[in-house]
């Protein structure tokens, strides 16, 4: 069993890892968005595209799975429960407030200290764990630390000056480090994929009233943006935040938030291969930093791995 418990971790944390790759390009999609329409607009249309492709593959997916329940003469277990709807609206309504802030932030601020600013849950995400005496292991504060250190050396180039902007991002990766903990909570009790479903549909609803009230949508615009969309849509969202709500039900919230913080060394990586941005000497050290703070993060998981009763 335990064995078992073992090898889902790290399937889970590859996966989060994948996660942070697609989101770390996507980064380099939404900065290229922001020259079509405007942010809530942007994640009006982003979400509402990852829900439209997520909810039948959502729908076809449980239906074989109960017709193979019904078939083994099992009973298939609730799914619309009371947990699945709050949990649900109330990850999606802290998603709408972290990405809803951060694409305002990248519209007057560098992407660079975005990216930094943002990746900071890597250490609020314990530091909210410690609020329910949930200490992480020694290592995995190194971790932090050394991910914290390579995030400064990849992300900030110049002088770090505190800008009105910059706060704004802040309030962004509080939300961010939020939605780490309420998935970490919910995942293992309801149904993951109808939660993403609930999550991504409410950031879509929140998002598009934040259109209507403090935005002017140009049909045209968003035509022109269209291949981003798809992109930051069908994969970042529709994907990715459904990978990431089954993942978390196996790993460690503080693990994944330092895994989830690659995000930034791929938006690196992205810039240089889609932007034709060049790595410094000084950036490439901060990559090797936050990948030795992953790989550390990961030692305390194979020395002790406590069953969990909801593991099977």
Known sequence: MEDKIKKKRVAANLALLLIALIW??????????????????????????GVAVLIPAVCMFHKK????????????????????????????????????????????????KTGFITALYIVIVPLIGLLFRQIPPKAVWLAVILGLAGLYLLCIKEGFTIAPSDFIILGSTLF????????AHYSRRVDPLWFSVIQLG???????????????????????????????????????YSVQAVAQKYADPTVAAL????????????GFLILGERLTARESVGCVL???AV????????????ADSNDQ
């Open 24 to 49: 770390g390009f996507s980064m380099v999609a939404q900065r290229m968005g922001m020259s079509y329409i405007e942010p809530f607009t942007f994640c009006t249309v982003r979400f509402s595209l």
């Open 176 to 183: 961010y480090a939020g939605q780490i903990w309420i998935i």
């Open 202 to 240: 409410c950031v879509a609803v929140f998002s598009f009233f934040a259109m209507l009230l403090l935005e002017h949508p140009v049909w045209p615009d968003i035509l022109d943006c269209a291949p981003i969309l798809i992109y930051v849509g069908f994969v970042s969202v529709g994907f990715a």
């Open 259 to 270: 895994i989830l913080s690659m995000e930034a060394a791929f938006s690196a990586l992205g």
């Open 295 to 306: 790989i550390i993060a990961q030692l305390p998981e194979r020395k002790k791995a406590p």
């Open 290 to 292: 936050m990948l030795a």
């Open 65 to 112: 799975e109960a017709d193979r329940m019904r078939e083994s003469g099992e009973t298939p277990a609730p799914i619309f429960t009371k947990e699945l709807w709050t949990g649900g609206l109330l990850c999606g309504l802290t998603v709408f407030f972290a990405v809803g802030l951060q694409q305002v932030a990248l519209v007057d601020t560098s992407a660079g």
